[in-house]
Structure formats: structure tokens, C-alpha cells
């Protein structure tokens, strides 16, 4: 086993804060024997069996009781040691089970700690480990079974087949170079190009897939637009559907929704409601608004909610000067229940415009569609995996190195340094060729015990 840093065991609570009926606190270090006898007031836990056991605390007393589990290293997640102790499920109880793993010498893990060490074992490579926290944090269920997909290997298996195929392919060229005289002849006879262009297709298909992965785990962001009464809040659940609607308040604007999250087909829609968004002199409202104006910039579309019976006033003119010019906008007349409108699209004042009924649902499928549309996402199929903007911009970039390796392929140098380029643009997904500073800056948006 390589250990890449100083092997200190640690420990962290591993489930939710708060009450449940079962807590996990979890260990990882070296040589974990001696650690969990002196938990268990002398037990040797056979390995990945449930040892049922009281937890000791320095004076002897009882801290708790429950299971004890033990996973040896090199198999287990983290590739050392790894005990697993749970107790009961309170946080007081907890606490007091992880100051005893303290005292006996671990320390506390950091975010994304337990990930990182299966990362630096080899247990597993970064696009898996990220897809650890992608797993726990999705927030669909197409997400969901896409971040399994990442987390078994399905998009590292893709890369790993890329890099061998540029690796064979380097070496042809890299040969080539030791024969100044017939270099193209060579490369030429070879089919070079030809293979050249099946990578760059494959990859294509790579990227493809790679896109949708990463709209199911960013989804898409929405500013909903309109006066009061248009029918936003109608909209909204006439839009979740048969989905559960996971309705979040942000801190510091208890009196109205700001942000709402659905899923449509799969995909999760943050929705920002500037309704919610009002002037306020409260100092700690203020930050919070301001930052989801910051989340306003961010957006793919605007939704912009209109009775039509009244179409666009004036009063509405004045609350879209205040979002983004540079934001795409989708008008929606509301109500063509009662102004009689023919559901779908059409033209207004030169404006693209869907009419719908927020209340008869009439129209909604359209929407549905157009915001689909609208971010690219073709429907979720079977051999989508997640994937991250980190991975799409590494894709991204090995394309370009391909392109120009093919553009400039007759100046073999070139050719050969663009495809080591592309190699080890593709090589940062799996973390093989990753600078150490961003694999801080991964780890460290995980969360603590994973
Ligand atoms: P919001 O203030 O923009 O969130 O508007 P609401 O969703 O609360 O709707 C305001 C009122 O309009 C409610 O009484 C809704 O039932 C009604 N409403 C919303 N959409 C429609 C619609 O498409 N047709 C009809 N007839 N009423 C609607
Ligand atoms: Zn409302």
C-alpha cells in the first residue's frame, strides 16, 4: 500500500446531524486492532462481521452499545483500516463515543477526508470518488442512478479505453519521429489520421454523454418573473407534477418562497422567484438576497409570468429592468383558461410567447419541453453517467489538442506533442495527471465522514 501522506487515523460522525435511530461513527487509520479493543473493553472483532459490544469510555463506564464492524485494509473503502461503530443515534451519545476515538488518538476527519485517502490508496480514481459525493447529493433520481453508474466506473472505464487508444497512437507517432526522411510516408501508411478521427469520434460520443450526466447534476436554473396573482406558485406545482416537489426556504426570508426546487424528467430546476426578492433593511436578509441576485446572473432562462388577460404592463416592464439584459427570456401567457387564447406558442409585440393554463395544465408539457430544449438535454438513457463541469472542460479541452494534432499532423512534432497534450487533459478526469492543489479544492466541497 503507497501512502502518500502521514497515515493519522481519523474519525468522523458519518450520518446526518440530529436524532435518528442509528448512528455511524466511522474510523480509518492503520493497524486498527489495538484502537477498537480499547473501545470495546478488549474485543477482537472478526473482520467484516457485526460484533455486538459496549463503547468504553478512559474511567471504564459504559459509553453506549452496539455494533462494532471491522474492515481490514487493504479491503476496505479507504484501503486501511477502517472500524465502523454504531451506536445509538442521538448527538449527545455520539459526541461522546467520538471525544473516546479522540482520546484515543484519532483526529477528526476533514471534509471529504475518508474519499480522498480510497482516492490516494488507489481504491478508486477521482471521477469515482466525485461521484461518491455526487450520489449522496443528488437531488433526482435519473441523478441519483447516474452517479452509481460514475461511482462503479462507467465513465472512467470510457476515458481509460481513450487514453490506451492515444497511447497506441503516440507511440506510432513518437516512432515516426526516429525517421526524419520518410515521417509522412510512415504516418501515412499507418492510417494515423483514420485512427486520429475514430478517437475524436469516440470522444465526441464521450462528450455527449458526459453533457447530460452534467445537466442531471447541475440541472437547470430558472428565474421566474411576474406581479403577484399572474399565477407563479400554480405554475411552479403544475410543473412538478407527479414529482415531489422539494420546497426550500432560503435563511432570512421567512415570509416568502425565494427558492424552489422540482424535477422535471428527471432533471432538477432551481427555481428563483424574484417575487420574494424585495428591498429590506434586515441586515442578514440583505446577504441573502443579494446573493441570489448573484444566483440571478447565473441563470439559463428567465420565465416570465403573465396574466394574459392583462399581457405585459408597464409595471411588469419595470421589474425586468432589474434582471440580467443578457438573459434569455420565455414569456408565458397564463390563464388562456380564461382569456381564450389557443394554447401554444406564438408572437406578441415581437415577442416569442407560450400560452398556458396553470390551472388546466393545458400548455404545461410545452414548457416542459421547451426548457428541455432550452439546456440541451435530450432525455435520460440508460448509459448516461454523471459527470461534472470539471470533466466536461477536460473533454473540451482534449478535443481541441486533437483538432489541432490533426490540423498540423504533416509537422509530426506537433502532431506527437498535441495528442500528449490530449492525453493528459484526459487524464485529469481519473486524477492520474492532477495537480495536487485541485484535488484540495475537490475534496474539500465534500462533506464531513464521506
Ligand atoms: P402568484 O401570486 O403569481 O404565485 O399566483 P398564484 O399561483 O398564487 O395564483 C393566483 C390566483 O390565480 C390563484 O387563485 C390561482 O388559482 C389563479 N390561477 C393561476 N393560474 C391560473 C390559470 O391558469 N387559470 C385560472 N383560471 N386561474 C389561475
Ligand atoms: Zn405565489
Redesign the pocket.
Known amino acids: 500500500m503507497s501512502t502518500l501522506y502521514a497515515p493519522v487515523t481519523i474519525c468522523a460522525i458519518a450520518t446526518a446531524p440530529g436524532r435518528g435511530g442509528v448512528g455511524v461513527i466511522r474510523v480509518s487509520g492503520r493497524d486498527l486492532l489495538p484502537f477498537a479493543a480499547a473501545l470495546s473493553g478488549g474485543k477482537q472483532p472478526r473482520p467484516r462481521y457485526a460484533t455486538y459490544t459496549d463503547f468504553y469510555a478512559a474511567d471504564g463506564q459504559a459509553i453506549d452499545n452496539g455494533l462494532l464492524l471491522y474492515f481490514p485494509g487493504p479491503n476496505s473503502f479507504t484501503g486501511e483500516d477502517v472500524l465502523e461503530l454504531q451506536g445509538h443515534g442521538g448527538p449527545v451519545v455520539l459526541n461522546m463515543l467520538l471525544s473516546r476515538c479522540l482520546q484515543l488518538g484519532a483526529r477528526l476527519a476533514e471534509p471529504g477526508e475518508f474519499s480522498k485517502r480510497a482516492f490516494l490508496n488507489d481504491k478508486m480514481d477521482l471521477a469515482q470518488a466525485e461521484s461518491v459525493a455526487d450520489l449522496i447529493d443528488a437531488s433526482s433520481e435519473s441523478a441519483a442512478r447516474s452517479a452509481l453508474k460514475s461511482l462503479k466506473g462507467a465513465f472512467s472505464n470510457e476515458i481509460h479505453v481513450l487514453v490506451d487508444e492515444l497511447i497506441t497512437l503516440r507511440m506510432l507517432v513518437e516512432a515516426t519521429l526516429d525517421f526524419p526522411e520518410e515521417e509522412i510516408d510512415f504516418l501515412k501508411q499507418a492510417d494515423a489520421l483514420g485512427k486520429l478521427q475514430t478517437l475524436r469520434q469516440r470522444l465526441q460520443q464521450v462528450q455527449a454523454t458526459a453533457r447530460q450526466g452534467a445537466i442531471l447534476r447541475e440541472g437547470m436554473h430558472v428565474v421566474l418573473v411576474?406581479?403577484?396573482?399572474?399565477?407563479?406558485?400554480?405554475?411552479?406545482?403544475a410543473l412538478a407534477g407527479d414529482d415531489i416537489a422539494i420546497v426550500t426556504d432560503i435563511a432570512g426570508t421567512t415570509r416568502d418562497t425565494v427558492r424552489e426546487e422540482i424535477v422535471i424528467d428527471g432533471v432538477p430546476v432551481h427555481i428563483i422567484?424574484t417575487?420574494g426578492l424585495r428591498d429590506t433593511d434586515d441586515v442578514v436578509e440583505k446577504i441573502g438576497i443579494e446573493r441570489t441576485w448573484q444566483a440571478v446572473e447565473r441563470a439559463d432562462v428567465a420565465l416570465v409570468?403573465v396574466d394574459s388577460r392583462d399581457g405585459v404592463t408597464t409595471e411588469l416592464e419595470a421589474i425586468l429592468e432589474r434582471i440580467p439584459p443578457q438573459l434569455p427570456r420565455l414569456f408565458i401567457y397564463?390563464?388562456?383558461?380564461?382569456s381564450g387564447d389557443a394554447i401554444g406558442l406564438s408572437e406578441q409585440d415581437g415577442r416569442s410567447v407560450l400560452h398556458?393554463?396553470?390551472?388546466?395544465h393545458a400548455g404545461v408539457d410545452l414548457l416542459k419541453a421547451r426548457l428541455l430544449e432550452l439546456i440541451g438535454y435530450s432525455g435520460a438513457s440508460e448509459g448516461v453517467f454523471l459527470a461534472r463541469e470539471r470533466h466536461l472542460d477536460a473533454i473540451r479541452r482534449a478535443a481541441e489538442h486533437m483538432e489541432l494534432a490533426h490540423t498540423d499532423w504533416e509537422m509530426v512534432e506537433i502532431f506527437a506533442e498535441e495528442l500528449r497534450l490530449a492525453q493528459n487533459a484526459l487524464s485529469e478526469i481519473t486524477g492520474q495527471f492532477t495537480p495536487d492543489d485541485l484535488l484540495g479544492v475537490i475534496f474539500s466541497r465534500f462533506c464531513i465522514g464521506k
Do not use: F, I
Open positions: 411576474g406581479q403577484p396573482n399572474v399565477g407563479k406558485s400554480s405554475l411552479m406545482n422567484d417575487a409570468l397564463n390563464k388562456a383558461d380564461l398556458l393554463s396553470a390551472r388546466t
